[in-house]
């Protein structure tokens, strides 16, 4: 099954639809163009920060998600940027902190530029108490 995201007039993916493969004759991104009025690209599920999972072509840098840009000159899907301070990385099409991640569980914090943490990460809720 291929996967197909759906854009808005913005190239933002609106939504995104399983269907057939492109080599079984039909031009399956026109097709679904045609029938939602929507812009189409494919999208393949595999793809992640410029890699191709299972070690094939790479292919629009990243499974393309709701809320996502298909971004036309680079052929590629980028996710939402979340935080004003991180740059676009070229390589993977993903947004980058201007300082590296440490090693834990840090949490990213634009007012200061910088990462708080580490945080403990509980993975059993204690039942003590519970009704």
């Not at 899907?77 to 990385?89: A, E, G, R």
Request: proline content about 8%; hydrophobic content about 30%; overall charge negative.
């Amino acid at each position: 099954m291929a996967h197909y995201a759906l854009l808005n007039e913005y190239n933002v993916v609106v939504n995104v639809i399983g269907g057939p493969h492109e080599n079984e004759g039909t031009d399956w991104e026109q097709h679904y163009a045609e029938i939602t009025g929507l812009k189409c690209k494919r999208t393949s599920w595999n793809m992640s920060a410029g890699v191709h999972l299972e070690g094939k072509e790479p292919f629009r840098k990243n499974y393309a998600s709701v809320g996502f840009t298909y971004d036309e000159d680079r052929d590629a899907f980028i996710p939402p940027k979340q935080f004003d301070s991180w740059v676009l990385n070229e390589e993977t099409c993903r947004w980058d902190p201007p300082i590296p991640s440490p090693d834990g569980h840090y949490v990213w914090n634009d007012e200061t530029e910088s990462w708080d943490g580490p945080f403990e990460i509980i993975t059993e809720m204690p039942l003590d108490g519970l009704p």
